[in-house]
């Protein structure tokens, strides 16, 4: 079984400061991990994925993720928020080491709010 | 390039009414997924094609949803006698291949902008 949580609802940051969106997961053997952003009345909008090599994946619009497998987890961060940042984001996972088709399990979602 | 699109955007049905969704994914797009997402919650899979094949529906909720590829591109979701948990927004997503190799869970998958389906 895969499962990931995002243990925070909601994200308030001030615009310019760093923000963390939190995401940890639960794989038997290697993960792969993504995070999706989700603007309201839109569909979701991949940033960035971990599939294997360098632990910090560098993605769209100045977001980056650290994998830390013995955390197991795989923080979201950008170092300086932007109002147009507010948006939901989602965590999602699937199990690294088979082959073939696998279904990918999303987290619940953390709404992240940039404070002007 | 055009993303993928699905229709309606905004589906209001009677309980017990049918309803059918549709996505145009990606073109040359192999992989074809559906999802169902509630309120406050994350995508929830439903099912998927690789081209016309309906390799995986294990999360159809139950008989009352049905879903079809007849050819390999456009994909309906249909819901039979609709009930009010069925109101959701419910997610199409393609992604550009099927290899066992990569696995089609692996690659980015790209998402249409959903219908919400409101049942009352």
């Known amino acids: 079984a895969q499962s990931v949580a995002q243990p925070e609802d909601q994200v308030n940051v001030a615009e310019g400061n760093p923000l963390t969106v939190k995401c940890t997961y639960s794989v038997s053997g290697n993960p792969y991990l993504f995070w999706y952003v989700q603007y309201p009345n839109r569909g979701l909008q991949f940033l960035l994925k971990y599939i294997t090599g360098d632990n910090l994946v560098k993605g769209s619009y100045g977001f980056e993720a650290e994998f830390n497998k013995s955390q197991t987890s795989f923080h979201l961060k950008k170092p300086s928020a932007l109002v147009s940042d507010s948006a939901l984001y989602f965590c999602?996972?699937?199990?690294?080491?088979?082959?073939?088709?696998?279904?990918?399990?999303f987290g619940t979602g953390t709404k992240l709010q940039v404070i002007p | 390039g055009a993303g993928v699109s699905q229709s309606p955007r905004y589906k209001v049905a009677k309980r017990g009414q049918d309803v059918a969704l549709r996505c145009d994914p990606i073109s040359g797009h192999v992989s074809l997924f559906w999802y169902q997402q509630a309120l406050g919650q994350g995508p929830e899979f439903l099912t998927y094609?690789?081209?016309?094949?309906?390799?995986?529906k294990s999360g159809l909720p139950s008989d009352r949803f049905f879903a079809e590829r007849p050819e390999g591109s456009v994909s309906t979701l249909k819901i039979q006698r609709t009930q009010q948990e069925d109101s959701a927004v419910y997610l199409c997503?393609?992604?550009?291949?099927?290899?066992?190799?990569?696995?089609?869970?692996?690659?980015?998958?790209?998402f249409g902008p959903g219908t919400r389906l409101l049942v009352l």
């Open positions: 999602a996972v699937i199990h690294g080491d088979s082959g073939g088709y696998q279904k990918v399990t």
């Open positions: 997503a393609s992604s550009p291949t099927g290899g066992v190799a990569g696995g089609p869970g692996r690659e980015t998958q790209y």
């Open positions: 094609f690789q081209n016309e094949a309906q390799l995986d």
